[in-house]
């Protein structure tokens, strides 16, 4: 009973994880900079804005001076 009480919560945490990475995984994969059929579209990031942040963070970009939606604290 006592080993139950362990593994299950244990098997369920596994089971969330995996799910998890592999929802990211599909995620990153139907990115707009992806091409999985190069006859029908072999530069896909030609369709992009050139404004258009798809990674996490721009190196180049200065957070400092962008427009921001919200109101000024």
Do not use: S
């Not at 999985?36 to 579209?41: D, L, M, Q, V």
Request: with cysteine; charged share 20%.
């Amino acid at each position: 009973v006592i080993v139950m009480l362990v593994l299950v919560p244990q098997f369920f945490f596994i089971c969330l994880g995996m799910g998890g990475a592999f929802l990211y995984l599909i995620r990153l994969a139907r990115g707009p900079h992806v091409t999985w059929n190069k006859t029908e579209n072999p530069e896909p990031w030609n369709k992009l804005d050139p404004t258009y942040q798809y990674k996490f963070v721009a190196i180049t970009t200065d957070y400092k001076n962008l427009k921001k939606e919200g109101p000024k604290f």
